[in-house]
């Protein structure tokens, strides 16, 4: 298996609770104060407990002064991706060039629809999500004049802009061969669907797919970062060695390093987002007890790799 030797970042997965916005704005100064990569948050407009994921976004890059965010993954059913594209630059801007933008289908068809969505049959979504995200690319290229006529999106002689403050990545959170396909044709990043959906075995398979056609397709399969999420928690001791059929990983500091280790040195993943309720005493012991470690023994495995011939 391979490790495509990005640098390793750390982040968190949080749940944008509506019925306690005080504690979500407060775990999110406590991340950037911590030193975490990034923060993703999940976008399903249509779950009333929820917080807007872009209106979240938007108040945490004003709230932070250095970690980086994105919609985990943005819902194409109910965001058209023209604005989206608006609104992912302008975000960028007013940050200094913090945003990052994944996209999806959206994994809730029939509560997207109750909210105005148009429904998709799998193909069809597919070939919806190329086209945003040409769109994307093309709203932000700065151009006048931007025509776009596709099956689900069209530009009418638009003036595209802003542009970014930096080059936004375009990642794709996806699992099935055909957005598998997209991503490895069109996507800056994958976002692998949650450990506990898809655990690490069949996630390096599906890996492994996005390189070979990557390689059909003349890029290299260094050019799509990995993006994991993975819930868990720290306990003082693990019920059993980690294995690629976990769906969560449980255990002491030593159990959390060995398992990202692995999935980073042997699978290939690079961005390790973390799903647990916001302790601020887990929240510590990731980013400065598990995340040091991980890096530290990744980068020894490597230097190791270069010195055989």
């Known amino acids: 298996m391979p490790d495509y030797g990005h640098e390793l970042e750390f982040g968190y997965f949080l749940t944008p609770e509506a019925a306690d916005p005080a504690g979500v704005l407060a775990t999110t100064r406590l991340l950037d104060a911590l030193g975490y990569d990034f923060i993703g948050i999940q976008d399903h407009p249509y779950q009333p407990r929820f917080l807007d994921a872009l209106a979240l976004l938007a108040y945490i890059l004003a709230q932070t002064e250095r970690v980086r965010v994105f919609p985990a993954v943005a819902n194409l059913a109910l965001r058209p991706p023209a604005l989206l594209a ?13 945003f990052e933008l994944a996209l999806g289908t959206g994994g809730f068809q029939q509560a997207a629809a109750a909210m105005g969505g148009a429904v998709r049959s799998p193909g069809e979504q597919m070939a919806a999500l190329a086209e945003a995200i040409e769109i994307i690319r093309a709203m932000w290229s700065g151009e006048r004049g931007v025509r776009y006529a596709g099956s689900y999106y069209q530009l009418a002689g638009l003036h595209a802009g802003p542009t970014p403050a930096h080059d936004i990545g375009i990642w794709i959170g996806s699992r099935g061969p055909r957005a598998l396909a997209l991503t490895r044709r069109s996507a800056d990043g994958w976002v692998s669907p949650m450990m506990g959906y898809l655990p690490p075995g069949e996630a390096a398979q599906a890996s492994l797919s996005i390189d070979a056609a990557a390689r059909e397709a003349g890029r290299s399969p260094a050019a799509v970062r990995r993006i994991y999420i993975i819930p868990g928690a720290f306990a003082p ?52 007890e598990v995340a040091p470690r991980v890096r530290e023994r990744v980068a020894a495995r490597r230097a190791t790799a270069l010195e055989t011939p």
Do not use: M, N, Y
Request: hydrophobic fraction near 40%; proline fraction near 9%.
């Open 86 to 98: 608006k609104e992912a630059a302008s975000l960028d801007r007013l940050s200094g060039g913090r």
């Open 237 to 288: 001791v693990a019920s059993r060695p980690p294995s690629d059929a976990d769906q969560s990983i449980e255990g002491p500091v030593d159990h959390w390093v060995a398992a990202l280790e692995h999935l980073a040195a042997d699978f290939g993943f690079s961005s390790f987002s973390f799903a647990a309720p916001p302790d601020p005493d887990a929240l510590r012991t990731f980013i400065e």
